[in-house]
């Protein structure tokens, strides 16, 4: 309903979770749920809010939001579920389609400082990369107007949450 999207590392405390979508919401995000234990975990504070896994925190890793025509030149490999799932269902129709502006979202680890950077801004730059600063972090931020696509690094090239 916000049409956020995040990336969580499923391996917690060395044991790899399987996670699903509970149907339930929380602030107008979805709630998880882990198919080992059935807690509950809010995409919003990045932790279980319910079970026995009450407080244990989700490591984020980067996600890369594109475009499937760019992502599959990139990829040629990969695979997707199919929609012909048996059942009379529209899915190409989003239910919880919002009018929201798309931005690059981008989170320091350990501070929790966190930055927007709206598309429509992005879109007006001339020359990429934008350099910038979240703390004391030095970003590198990349937008890719045909495919849709923003991305953030280190100077180093390492993907930044």
Same mark, same amino acid.
């Given at each position: 309903?916000?049409?956020? @999207?995040?990336?969580?590392?499923?391996?917690?405390?060395? &044991?790899?979770?399987?996670?699903?979508?509970?149907?339930?919401?929380?602030? *107008?995000?979805?709630?998880?749920?882990?198919? &080992?234990?059935? *807690? #509950?975990?809010?995409? $919003?504070?990045?932790?279980?809010?319910?079970?026995?896994?009450?407080?244990?925190? $989700?490591?984020?890793?980067? #996600?890369?939001?594109?475009?499937? =025509?760019?992502?599959?030149?990139?990829?040629? /490999?990969? $695979?997707? %579920?199919?929609?012909?799932? @048996?059942?009379?269902?529209?899915? *190409?129709?989003?239910?919880?389609?919002?009018?929201? =502006?798309?931005? $690059?979202?981008?989170?320091?680890?350990?501070?929790? %400082?966190?930055?927007?950077?709206?598309?429509?801004? %992005?879109?007006?730059?001339?020359?990429?990369?934008?350099? /910038?600063? #979240?703390?004391? &972090?030095?970003?590198?931020?990349?937008?890719?107007?045909?495919? &849709?696509?923003?991305?953030?690094?280190?100077?180093?090239?390492?993907?930044?949450?």
């Amino acid at each position: 309903m916000t049409g956020s @999207g995040v990336g969580y590392d499923p391996v917690i405390d060395g &044991q790899r979770y399987t996670f699903g979508v509970s149907g339930k919401l929380y602030k *107008s995000n979805v709630l998880l749920y882990d198919h &080992q234990t059935e *807690s #509950l975990w809010s995409q $919003l504070v990045r932790k279980s809010v319910t079970g026995s896994m009450t407080s244990t925190s $989700l490591k984020t890793v980067p #996600l890369l939001d594109t475009t499937w =025509e760019n992502w599959k030149g990139k990829h040629p /490999d990969t $695979l997707v %579920l199919s929609t012909d799932t @048996g059942y009379d269902r529209a899915y *190409s129709r989003d239910p919880y389609r919002v009018r929201a =502006e798309r931005v $690059l979202g981008v989170q320091t680890g350990g501070e929790g %400082l966190v930055k927007a950077y709206p598309f429509e801004e %992005l879109k007006k730059v001339n020359r990429f990369p934008l350099k /910038d600063h #979240l703390g004391d &972090q030095e970003l590198l931020i990349f937008f890719d107007e045909d495919s &849709q696509t923003a991305w953030v690094t280190t100077p180093t090239g390492r993907p930044v949450d």
